[in-house]
């Protein structure tokens, strides 16, 4: 699977998503619809990207018991979406029962792909409110193992983590890296940030790119600067 760039499509409306997506002009980018912009306009919004031709990402990460989740993704593979998530905390079972709800009856399904620990997250707040004192990235292979275990096409890690996930988990096991800036950027609440270019040389297999792209002056250029980056 070749690498490919994804449009964090962080709006509260379709209306501000259209506006956004028309900036890029002929692009027909990977793009990232998120807990904002779902819960605002809902499962129409992901028809409507759709028909549109982009590809989506839906990024819901779901987490509750097993059974809640595994409903939940029977619902969501009926939108027909290319990518979805879930928490690799929710524990194997919770994994195993998203993927039995995920797949269809003639055994087709979005790949699915789990969060590991959110890139926002720092080894001193993962030790102080989680209470977990093993390094940052033994805890990201060890989730990324239990997903590949339970069955799931990959993780979102940072991609400082990508190297490492690869190793344990085999160079087919996609990472999925948001954590992305410019090196000319603010890193704004993100805490593990690497460039387009570090992350392709640290092997991820996708980068979500939200803000160096949707705010930037000229978002086209942004995106076309981060496919020379991490693609070209
Ligand atoms: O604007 P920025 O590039 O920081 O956006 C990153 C996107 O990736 C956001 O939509 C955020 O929800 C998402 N994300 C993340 N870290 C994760 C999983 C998803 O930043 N571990």
Known sequence: MGRDVIIACDFDSKEQTLDFLDKLGDHKPYVKIGMELYYAEGPSIVKALKERGYKIFLDLKLHDIPNTVKKAMK??????????????????????????????????????????????????????????YEPMEKVVSHYASNAKNSGLDGVVCSPLESGRVHEVCGEGFLTVTPGVRFADDDKGDQARVTTPAKAKELGSDYIVVGRSITAAADPKAAYERCIAEFVG
């Open 75 to 132: 619902v969501l593979s009926n939108l027909d979406v290319d990518m979805c998530n879930l928490h690799a905390a929710g524990t194997c079972k919770m994994m195993e029962a998203a993927l039995e709800g995920l797949t269809r009856e003639d055994g087709s399904r979005p790949l699915l792909i789990a969060v590991t620990q959110l890139t926002s997250t720092t080894q001193e707040r993962m030790e102080a409110d989680m209470l977990i």
